[in-house]
Structure formats: C-alpha cells, structure tokens
C-alpha cells in the first residue's frame, strides 16, 4: 500500500473547528461521494456516509473537528481575546500563528508573567496587527474560532503537522472506504463533528445510525520519546488496538477480533491501556440498548500540538487492519 | 444454596469492569431456577425476567445490581519481566501495596505487588504514600515467559478469599456490589412465595465502576415503569461523620434525595414499616454514585430508587458486611415489588 | 407580581413541587397540553400555526440551597448543600427549612472568642449548623426531618434603579419569562418545558428532550453577572444593564453559529441592546438538549444576575424585560421567515 500523502497534506489543512465543521465536511463530501451509496448530514453537521452491504450495520467513526480558539472579546487596541475550543494548551499555543475562517492571520502572545507553564488562557491574546478595535473588528468577530496556520512536513518515516488529530482518522477512514468496493457488512462512515469538546457528535449519529458494531479511528498519545511518561505505545510499531481509556473499555469480542485480524494477516500491533482522554466509541457503545465497540488508534506524539507526528507504516497499517475488519464477517 | 455459599461463590470469583463474562456461569444457571426467561444482552448484562401474575398489560420494574468489580490492568512489561499496571474504577493505591494478586492472562497467573525493603529506605520515605505507577507484580517469570502468557490489557483481581467473622460479618473483595447480586436472588426467591402483578426484570449490570454503562443500555432496552439500583454504602467506621454512613447490621440504606422519586419512596418505607423490615435512611442531593443516576435520565425519564447495603472498607479487598443486610433487603425489594399493581402505580408516581 | 411569587416560593433541586405547583396554575389556561413527566419535568404545548419544524423554550424551576443532613443531640441541624454554594455566604443567614417553612439562622462563633486571627480562615460547610430554637434531638425532630430541603429566607426586593433583589433569580427569571410567553404568544406553535434537577447536574433536561425531540430550542437563564470595576473586559462575563446575554460556548456546548448569529439579528433588528456571554465556564440544560437522540440546535439568552447562587441575587428589571422581548422577536422571527437555513 503506497502512503497518500497528496490526500493527508490536503486534508489536514481545511478548516474546522469544533462546532464550524462546514469546510471540512465539504472537503471530505467531494472525496468520497463517487464512492458510497448515500450521504447525509444531521442537524449537528455530522456528514453520513452510507455503504451497502448485506452484514452487519457498521458505524465506523473519525471526527473531522479541530481544536481551537474562539475570540470572546476585542480591546480598544484590537487585542483579542478568546477561550478554548476543546484542549488548547497556554504552552503549546504561546508564540504560535492562527488562522479565522476568512483567512486573517493572528499571533498568540501573552501579558508579562513570571512563569509562562504556569499561565492561563485568559492572560493570553490574538494580535492580528489591527490598530484599533474597530480595524480589528472588520476582520473578526467575537465568536469566531480560529485554529492552528497549517504547516505539513514529511520525511520517509513520518509526517508531522498540526490536525493530525483527527484528520489521520478521516484519511484512514477515506483510504478503506475507497478501497473496499463490495462491503461484506452494511457500512455507515461517519464524520463526526464535536469530539474534542465532548463526544458531542458521535452520540447523536451513533442514535440514528443504530450500529450494531461501532469503530473509530482516532489518536493516541505515546512513550517512547525521551523521559515520557511510562505508555507502552510508540511510532512505527504497528497500529494500536485499544483495550481502554476514560470513555470506554473496549467490548471483548471486537478487541480480540482486531489482535487476531492482526495476527492473520501479519498486520504489526500494539495493544493501547490509556489512562485518560476517551474517544467516539465511547459514546457509540452506550447508544440505545449497547453497541459493542472498539478503537483503532494512531500513535502520534506531541497530540494538541502544532506538530503531531505520526508513522507512515503505522498509518498504513491502521488502514490495512481497519479494512480487514470491515471485511469480516461478525459472529456476535 | 444459601445467600452466605452464594455470596461467598461471587466474591472469590473475578470480573473486573468490562471482563465480568466469567461470572455468567454462575449467575444465569441461579437465576434460572427461579425467573421465567435469562438472557444476556449485547454489552453482557444478564437479565433475568419474573412474570407477574397481570394478565393484562404488567407494570415493569427493574432492578439493578452491578457484577463488575473494580481492579487492575497490566499496561506495560518491563524487560526483568515484572508487570506494570493502571487501575480500573477508583483504587487507592495504599490499598494495593503488599498484596497478592491473579493476573488474568493466557492462563491465571500468581503474583506479588512488591515494596522496597525498609533497610533501603531514605528516613522520611515512609511517610510517603507509594504511588501505583511506582509499583510492580512479580509473576516470577523471565520476560520472554511472560509476553507469551500475558499481553498488555490483561485484567488482575487481588487474591482474596471471602472469610468469616463473627456476627454473621463476612470479609472480602468485590463485595461492592456483588452483596447486590446475592440480594436480588434473595428478593426473586421470595418472589417465588408472594403474588406479584408486575413483571420484574433483574439484572447484573456490567460497568457499573467505570461508565455505569450496563445501566444506560439496559434500562433503555427494558424501558421500566420503575428503576431500583441495588448497591452498597459507607458503613460506620469511626473515621466517618456518622451522618455520612450507615449502621451494619440494621438493615438497608433507603436514599433521599434528587435521584429517587418521593411517591415511590415514601412507599417503599411504609413497606418496610408495615413489614418490619429495618432500614435506614441516607442522604444525596443529586445523582447518587449508583447504576439508579442512569437509570433516571434514560429515554424520557424513569422513576428511581436506591437501596444500600451497608459496607464498611469501601473499594478494598476486605470489604465488610453484615449477611443479615442482604436478607433485608431483599425481603424489602419483595414485599414493595408485591404492593406495586396497575391500580396503584399512577397514584404512586403522580407529582 | 409573579416574580415575586416565583422567587419566593421552594423549589430546590428534586423537590420542585411548590413552584411546579404555581406554575402549572399560572399556564394550564393557556395551554393546548400540559403534563408532569415521571421525573417531574413540565413539559407544556401551545399550538399554533403548522410548523415542519419543533421549537422548544425551556428554564429549569429548580434553586440551590440545602438539606438537612442530621440533627446533633442538643437539636442543632446539620447540612449539606444542594447545588454549588459558596460556603462563606452561608454565616449569619435566615434560612426556612422543609415545606412547614421552620425559620432557622446559621450562627456563628462571637468574634470576641475566637484566637487572634481565627476570622482569617473560612468556615467549612462542616463547621455550620441551623438553629431552630429547639431544645433536644427529640424537640428539633418534631419539626425537622433528616433530607428536609432548606432554603434561603429572602424576600424580593426593588431597589435603586429599577434593580431587583431576591434569591432564586437563577432560574425563576427564565421561569417568569417562559410562563409570559405561554400566555401572550399568539399562532406560534412551541413546547413550553420547565425542568427539574439542572443545578444537580443537568438531570431533568434530557429526558424532557429525549421526550419533546425538538429541533430548535432556547433555554432562558440567569446567568452570572460579575461587573466590578479595573476588571479586564474580556473577565466581565456579563454587564447589569447590559440586555439579554447570549451564550458562545460554555461547558456543556458550543452554540450553534447561524443560531447564535440569528438571535443578534433580530435583537438588532428590534432594537433590542444585548451582550454576549464571555465566558465558557458554567453550562445548563442545553447540554443534555443538544445531544439528545440524533441532535438539535439550541441557542442560551440570560438575565444576567450579580450574587448568583446567593441569597442576594441581584438582576435589572430593565434586563428582563428586554430578555423577554428578545425571545418573543425571535419565536415570530422563526414564524415569517422559515426554518430552512437551520
């Protein structure tokens, strides 16, 4: 399997952040829409794609939102003002460059403090070089978000760029949806809106998909960098195969249909044991009367960052492995 | 089999949140002495249905008592080949030091959670609590043994046998919320003497110390006219504010508060008045810390109630009980379960 | 003036029935249906013209206070709170406990006893207790029940310019203002809800959802209001004064943007002043709403309130009423132009 890179570097680039997925949801809608039955979008932006198949009905999730910022106040100078949309972290975001929805470009900076790991957000601002609050105002309003300028880079081993999270999820999912051309399950792919601030849209797809079998597709963190906390996941050996995080303890029969698939068909693995953090599935398995549900994670290091670095293999591998599930014909 | 053999049966055996299919085997062939139909749903709740004498359409009350228990789960291997672990539901990890415990791996596996000896130890370092990520089991394997029989994700269960103490007491692991389980049959028993005009589903839920996720999907799936949690709560120990605990031995807690309805309560304790059952009261303001928090808000909202076991050593391996407590409430569950008809039901959860 | 009777009438967290009481008899005129689900949410229509689509308004009836936890031998009362209190509110307060209304104080040790700088420290919850006058365990239990629902003793007041004092005002306002819409909306179809249990954690709102299903709601609030002066403008959540707040993002959800952007139009529109709410602490039953089933829109306006959660909440008439206007513009700005965009 050769890497797309052409499609990753795209795709992590669009703008869409939690609650204004619109742009993404149309990137991926023209990707996919030779290639499956039926779309559909929910009245919280969740894109549904549908592909028949006489098997199980099959949620396969990956959110296509983002991280972000969202401006809540401008000052007379035209200093902005935001919160977080989801995990942004002071330290991670000090110094960096961010983008608005129409393209103005801001600068996070910070007030003079003594202990920069230790400041908050509402010490910290967006100076998009206005000179005044109404200049600044022409360009952006309070509630607009705005999110991390995109920078792709790859070498022979890895990518690393901004959105890795979850937008490796949405190109696994795109790659496996491209490939399998007759479905052995009945095959929903979802694109879900909100994770990062709360599983928000895969609860309510998860509701009107009524899957039988859940899956997602997502990050995860890593330990194998120096002094990193003791994790036993690291880049480049194999796709991750969750056992649990905080949303979610993996169902038995879905975690030990991926380690065999795994097995079989000489796919490289790692079993993941996260202590925090959680992901679709953990919503998906508690729609309705139950979904037995599982997580195909992506190691990637330096997650919420500006430059989430994941494996070329490892990616490969997650597709691979991902595919060989859909193809299987569930007993349960 | 009495409540003591089977409670004792529950407790020795393990099933940590999310791995609790080994005690399908001794669950379903109990229930299904006594319930009309045992079925095991997708995320591996067994629910187990007694038909009510209605002939028409039967109110439906479901009871709820959590089979998961709370433990541990192997996250790494080291190259010495000792077992690095996490916790699944809430541990205090000055509990773990010191213990013996079952890996559940390709086969189960015998280990120790060591501690440095005291000769090396720095001056002030035992006034320090040992935190779990510092913490090791010694399967006594080399590393290359140990990767075949034990893969990260692999559950562990502390190694404790269920003992004996005086005054009908009994100590354990996993008595939260087995002593649950054991009152539910204990109430389908009793059922099995009385008329009753609503179907009951019990069920041993799974989940219950991580998402209470075995509560959210079967209580959405049997759709209840009432939802009672069967679970335990904090027994008097000196260390506790004795309004925040509950007395061994006198019978079960009945919760006040935001969670549980106020008709269907004020019921359930002329019951237990009338019937001269003990009982207890206990207070939480809003969602309790029981399988009842989801049952209340699923679909458009389900009538709920709480009744504790008192249980001293909450979230150890030697959880404490009174047996006397089980048969209370499970006699109390009966006999409410008997007042409840079709006639009165509306009355009952009318505001 | 129904504020007056909404704020001082109980209605703590799970025991609501007083104020769903009032409430249910101000409306059920002016209703096409009304009914108490099985949690104790009410859940009202009013019919009007055909709608493709279904609106929902809703405000919890529900406050914070206390509940009465044990009463110690000498017939002192012990408690714990229902709903987040700021414990250092609580010292030298009248408070009413259980529906018999028992009048009861929260004391405190004379300053004139305590050690040099013991007044430094505040008192814990712990350290509180309610004194009814009785005498005994035995005396206090003849009035007082352990689980009995204690409430803040505080009348509603107006004061200075055209402000309001009372407790409860978080959520009594969004109470009085969905209770004035279900009487004077005319032809516009719409599920009035009240709900229970939000200051618990959002507990009545999803399963009203889950029951309604609809697919554009507005949740009125009172919301907190923290405008002191030399405060950064982007620390003040909300002004006194400053007309209806509408919610960004809170804890609980992220507004949906055309929504969000369709309130201010039509508060602009009709001249209504209005404000954004600037902070993404708190949440409220929105959160539940949103999620329900296979998701709907929501948008939040509030009355912002100083001393939320206080005996002595504060809010500008002036601000209510100009929220009251904002939500009726916004329900006949639904009606002429559609719902399709949403």
Redesign the interface.
Known sequence: MSFNSELLNKIVKVYGPSSNEAKIREFITEEIKDFVDDIRIDALGNLIAHKKGNGKRVMISAHMDQIGMMAIDIDDNGFIRFTNIGGISPVYSYGQKVVFENGTIGAIFCEPVDDLTKVKLDKMYIDIGAFSKEEAEAKVKIGDICIYQSEFVENENVVFTPYLDDRVGCFIAIEALKTIKEPVNDLYFVFSVQEEVGLRGAKTAAFSVDPEIGISLDVTAHGDTPKAK???IGLNKGAAIK??DN??????YI?ETLVKLAKDKGIPY????L?FGGTDS?AI????????SGVISIPTRYVHSTVEMASKNDINNCTKLLIEFLNTEFE? | MSNLELLKLLSNHNGI???E?TLNEIIIPYFEKYADKVTI???G?IIALKKGSSSGESPKIMIAAHMDEIGL?????EENGFL?F?S?GGIDPRTILGQEVIVHGKEDLFGVIGAKPPHLQDANEQNKAIKM?DMTIDIGLDCAKVKELV???DSITINRSLIELKNNRVAGKALDDRAGVVAMFECLKELSNLNHEADIYFVATV?EE??M??A???T??INPDIGIAVDVGFGTTPEL????SLDLGKGPGIT???????GLRKKLVSTANEYNIPHQ?E?T???TGTDARAI????????ALVLSIPLRYMHTSVELIDVVDIKHTGKLLAFFIKEISNENLEGL??? | MLLKTLTESFGL???E?EV?DIIIAEIKDYCTTIK??????IIAFKEGKPNSKRIMVTAHMDEVGL?V??IDSSGLI?F????GIDKRILVSKTVLIGNDKIPGVIGAKPIHLQKRNEWSNALNM?DLYIDIGAKSKEDAEKYVN??DYVAFDSKYTEFGDNLVKAKALDNRVGCAILIDLIKNIEDISFYGVFT??EE??L??A???A??VDPDISIILEGTLCYDIPKLDSHMIPTYIGGGPAISLVDRTTVYNHKLRDRVVQVAKKNNIPHQFRKTAMGGNDSG?IHTSRDGSLTTTISVPCRNIHSPVSVMSLEDYNNTSKLVKALLYDFDEEGYNEF
Do not use: W
């Open positions: 003791r994790f036993a056992v649990k949303s979610i303890i993996v169902h038995p975690r790692q079993m993941e044991v202590e953990g398995h508690l729609n309705k009367e139950g979904v037995p349960i | 949140s999310g791995f299919s749903d997708k995320l709740n789960m192997v996250n790494d291997i690095r996490t699944v990520k893969k990260i994700g989940q991580v998402s996720a075995g959210i999907t079967s959405y799936r504010d004795k309004a925040d006040l508060g935001g969670n549980i309805h106020p009261m207070i303001v809003g969602p209340q808000i699923t679909r458009e909202g389900i009538p959860l009318c505001y | 967290s799970g025991n029935k769903r108490t689900d099985r949690i104790g949410n509940m936890k044990d012990k714990i709170p229902v709903g712990s352990i689980g229970v249990m618990v954690g507990v009545g999803g399963p009203a889950y029951e539940r």
